[in-house]
């Protein structure tokens, strides 16, 4: 079978790294002077070093870029404290050196190292000359390596490097020496077994498979050998096989169902297989199945089936549940969860006859799940009378949520009782949240920012500032090294307090690391400092564009500040990259229509590139949707063809509930979200807020 290679990254605690130092003639470390760096309180006491004297003759005959000797910057060196023209003259030499690595040009590497040795980024220098060329390593430069940078996330990088050219080069005793104890990569354990076949140990590394191979999913490539070996020596049980196959199928993995059936050897069983991947092909098929309920397989076959059908014809899936579930074997846990299942599936495609299946499927109406979705499908069809009702079902702790306090306002205005209603909406209105705004519409008060910043401590400012890992992600982030200052910074703040993180935040906003203020902030929970949470950078770009696309300054600012924070580099899992997390289909068509050249995915990482091209396709959102930024923005984030689909089924609705019946989670969230971030992003730009425009709120009937 072909897998798909799986990998994880270990990050270690980012404090002050201990030091290497070394002679540049003879490259043996010396040993290292000790002393406590005690930071704040916030981390352990750790060993740090003095700098031993440079040396200013480096010796000619060196052929390799990793036996250039490295020497480490002093624990305390602050970027901050050093003269603008030296720090500029720093980051110049560390950019050659980088360079030289790459280039493998070791003779200007020799003349830069020793310039650079109290920089910061050292030890990023270091490690590239390291794994620039693994087969120099030793394993007592890798274990000092290990020791000497153990404060930094480097080791971990080094170490998954490491692995793997010990893997490659079969090396199997020197990969178990250093195989970590803690890992949860599957693709490393699988190695690790395979290790152990290889040097003897069989009886071990077998023992450990079954539960690496008995999952629902297709493991890493690299667990193919010991997995062909555990087989072919007997170690695969029926039963183990005939679990896996059912796991497999569940998650909809036919081509590897067929594999893992293919080790089923039970005539019985076997028939079972290739029943069960014909049903999955066409679960309608299940109408005609005739089995007695005690054939091996029976309840797997059809609670798979039934799964599959609710999605093509849910009424048929769930008449056939009702007619067969007394032939299941299922726990109450299991028929709770089958229910949800179908029920969810059914009220999502807001099926006509959800109401009655509904009270089939959840008749004491318990399930937490299926009451929301119960709720949505009712708001669909303007049942106010049964929301009323569904809502006094709710949990307490539901109750109090703003969603269903507004919808709750909303079913008793509707019903009559709009004295209680104006007062539920008068209190919500004071909360800044998208119904919070809503709300404030609904009685014509003005929007509630509830703006608190916190202020600057120069002190704890001062203090954070001369911290190595900090000083670290600075010269990272200076660098474009995003992902290695985002791990310094992630290690490092684990251990702050609240106001340490606020502190923080000040620190990266003023670095013009607006994703990170944004983060730290967060961390810390304090909600009301929206400067801090809502920065407005590349501001030119986006007037600019504004203006060119003819759509307002503060959508795309709230677009751009939901979809990527600011990140420039960030890149989905789905394929979006950049600012306003463009994919590059979309991009490209984009370009094509605003003549602008385009030549590849990695022109959207330019931020002014990225603003114009998503300026350009939200402009086309709009003008798709006749100027409604609701519709417009659930297009950006779900697709227009999905949304023409939503439209010609629940267009007619009023625009809070067309936008609380979006069948999507993540698109309903984004929306609700944009549309608040408009009003935030109006109010910090001096702008008039309006929450909802005139096209938009045309269907929303007036409160008297």
């Known amino acids: 079978m072909q897998h798909q290679p799986q990998g994880v990254i270990r990050l270690v605690s980012a404090v002050s790294p201990k030091q290497i130092f070394g002679s540049l003639t003879r490259w043996r470390h010396k040993p290292l002077q000790q002393g406590l760096l005690i930071i704040l309180g916030l981390i352990q006491p750790c060993i740090g070093s003095s700098a031993l004297a440079k040396t200013s003759e480096v010796k000619a005959s060196v052929s390799s870029l990793s036996e250039i000797a490295p020497a480490a910057p002093k624990p305390d060196f602050n970027t901050t404290a050093i003269s603008p023209q030296k720090l500029r003259q720093l980051r110049s030499d560390y950019k050659k050196a980088r360079k030289a690595i790459t280039t493998r040009n070791t003779k200007q590497l020799q003349i830069l190292m020793p310039a650079l040795v109290d920089y910061p980024l050292y030890p990023y220098l270091h490690y590239s000359q390291i794994t620039s060329d693994l087969s120099k390593l030793n394993q007592k430069n890798y274990n000092d390596f290990m020791e000497s940078y153990k404060d930094t996330p480097l080791p971990s990088r080094l170490e998954s490097k490491w692995l793997s050219y010990l893997a490659k080069r079969k090396r199997w005793n020197n990969f178990l020496d250093n195989y970590p104890a803690n890992t949860s990569s599957t693709s490393r354990q699988c190695q690790r077994l395979w290790a152990l076949h290889q040097t003897g140990k069989k009886k071990l590394a077998y023992s450990q498979v079954l539960p690496l191979w008995k999952v629902g999913r297709s493991q890493p490539k690299s667990c193919d050998k010991i997995f062909r070996n555990w087989i072919k020596a007997g170690h695969l049980k029926e039963q183990d096989a005939w679990q896996r196959f059912w796991l497999v199928l569940e998650n909809g993995n036919r081509s590897l169902a067929r594999y893992v059936g293919d080790l089923i050897k039970d005539s019985a069983h076997r028939r079972m297989v290739t029943t069960a991947i014909n049903l999955h092909k066409d679960p309608v098929k299940l109408a005609k199945l005739k089995l007695p309920s005690k054939t091996p397989g029976y309840t797997q076959l059809v609670v798979t089936s039934l799964k599959r059908l609710v999605w093509k014809d849910p009424e048929q899936a769930l008449q056939l549940w009702q007619k067969l579930e007394p032939t ?353 992003y109006s109010d910090l730009l001096g702008q008039p807020k309006q929450f909802l425009t005139p096209v938009e709120a045309s269907k929303l009937p007036p409160i008297n």
């Open 328 to 680: 299941l074997t299922l726990n109450t846990e299991q028929k709770l969860k089958l229910r949800q299942r179908l029920g969810l599936s059914m009220l999502k495609k807001y099926h006509p006859r959800s109401g009655y299946w509904l009270k089939q499927l959840d008749p004491k109406i318990e399930d937490p799940k299926l009451i929301e979705w119960g709720l949505r499908f009712h708001l669909s069809n303007q049942d106010w009378e049964a929301v009323e009702k569904l809502i006094a079902q709710l949990s307490p702790e539901d109750k109090d949520k703003g969603r269903w306090r507004y919808w709750l306002g909303r079913a008793m205005e509707s019903n009559g009782s709009k004295p209680k209603a104006i007062g539920i909406f008068t209190e919500l209105s004071r909360e800044r949240s998208f119904y919070g705004f809503l709300a404030a519409d609904r009685i014509g008060q003005t929007y509630s920012l509830n703006n608190s910043s916190q202020p600057v401590d120069q002190k704890v400012i001062s203090q954070l500032s001369k911290l190595p890992a900090l000083n670290r992600a600075r010269e990272l982030f200076h660098h474009d090294q995003l992902l290695d200052a985002r791990r310094e910074w992630w290690k490092l703040s684990r251990q702050f307090s609240a106001d340490q993180h606020i502190q923080s935040a000040h620190i990266a906003r003023r670095w013009g690391w607006y994703t990170q203020a944004i983060r730290a902030t967060i961390y810390a929970r304090h909600w009301d400092d929206l400067r801090l949470r809502f920065p407005a950078p590349y501001s030119q770009s986006i007037s600019t564009n504004a203006q060119r696309f003819s759509i307002d300054i503060p959508w795309i600012f709230a677009v751009t500040r939901q979809e990527s924070a600011f990140a420039a580099d960030v890149r989905s899992p789905a394929g979006a990259v950049g600012l306003m997390q463009l994919m590059p289909a979309t991009a490209k068509q984009t370009a094509k229509s605003i003549n602008l050249r385009y030549k590849g995915s990695h022109q959207l990482k330019n931020p002014s590139t990225n603003i114009q091209l998503g300026s350009a396709y939200l402009s086309k959102m709009l003008e798709r949707h006749q100027g409604n930024r609701v519709h417009a923005t659930a297009a950006y984030n779900a697709g227009p063809h999905r949304v023409k689909g939503w439209l010609e089924k629940r267009g007619a609705l009023p625009v809070d509930l067309w936008i609380e019946s979006i069948p999507f989670d993540e698109t309903r969230q984004y929306v609700q979200n944009v549309l608040s971030y408009s009003v935030i």
